[in-house]
């Protein structure tokens, strides 16, 4: 059974950082391409950035330059360090695989809160 557990969040003021953590158990998770997504109440979820097997990294125009994925395939570990906050990040955040398919087949789960204030 697939399993993504997320933490990290929090409360923040604007310009602010904060780093989430994704702990992966039940997926050989070295050969996936993960991803963390986003929902902001009243909006889609979106996929702000996403990282492969091999460390290659894409971003969302929104959050590039302030956000960094990266991941640690020793303890099944994929992290977003979040710099220079605004409040337009404020949302649920999501880990999940890169593949919004594949996310969607897999499911979401409680995901973790940011919540930036100016």
């Known amino acids: 059974q697939v399993q993504l557990v997320e933490s990290g969040g929090g409360l923040v003021q604007a310009g602010g950082s904060l780093r989430l953590s994704c702990a992966a158990s039940?997926?050989?998770?070295?050969?996936?391409?993960m991803g963390w997504y986003r929902q902001a109440p009243g909006k889609q979820r979106e996929l702000v950035a996403a990282?492969?097997?091999?460390?290659?990294?894409n971003y969302a125009d929104s959050v590039k330059g302030r956000f960094v994925i990266s991941r640690d395939n020793a303890k099944n570990t994929v992290y977003l360090q979040m710099n220079s906050l605004k409040p337009e990040d404020t949302a649920v955040y999501y880990c999940?695989?890169?593949?919004?398919?594949?996310?969607?087949?897999?499911?979401w789960g409680q995901g973790t809160q940011v919540t930036v204030s100016s």
């Open positions: 999940n695989f890169a593949s919004n398919d594949i996310a969607t087949l897999r499911g």
């Open positions: 039940g997926i050989s998770f070295s050969i996936n391409a």
């Open positions: 990282i492969t097997r091999v460390g290659t990294t």
